[in-house]
Nanobody, 124 residues
Framework: QVQLVESGGGLVQAGDSLRLSCTASGRATSGRPISYYAMAWFRQEPGNDRVIVAS????????YYADSVQGRFTISREKVGNTVHLQMNSLKPEDTAVYYC????????????WGQGTQVTVSS
């Protein structure tokens, strides 16, 4: 069973940068290794639904970004290992949320593996 562990959250000021990391470990059960999984970052503010921030598919190197973070956030995947990063620059108070790493196993139609979440707080 694949597990995701996030790190890198914290409290920063507006305009600062943070880098979140997510490492996948465990045994892939879909017949394809973890490196084939699509990976994404979501975030959730109190009282709101979880929304996607950025994603990166194995088969297509073009990443997806939500409009709210386009040009400020960068999702990347290490060439060796199963770690995905979210580089967040020019942070704004509205970026404050719990950030979740998610993976979509091969054959799944949705992101079906989730990390525990990491808090990002941006003060003005």
């Amino acid at each position: 069973q694949v597990q995701l562990v996030e790190s890198g959250g914290g409290l920063v000021q507006a305009g600062d940068s943070l880098r979140l990391s997510c490492t996948a470990s465990g045994r892939a059960t879909s017949g394809r290794p973890i490196s084939y999984y699509a990976m994404a970052w979501f975030r959730q503010e109190p009282g709101n639904d979880r929304v996607i921030v950025a994603s990166l598919r194995w088969s297509n190197g073009d990443p997806y970004y939500a409009d709210s973070v386009q040009g400020r956030f960068t999702i990347s995947r290490e060439k060796v290992g199963n770690t995905v990063h979210l580089q967040m620059n020019s942070l704004k108070p509205e970026d404050t949320a719990v950030y979740y790493c998610a993976a979509q196993s091969v054959g799944s139609s949705r992101y079906n593996i989730w990390g525990q979440g990491t808090q990002v707080t941006v003060s003005s």
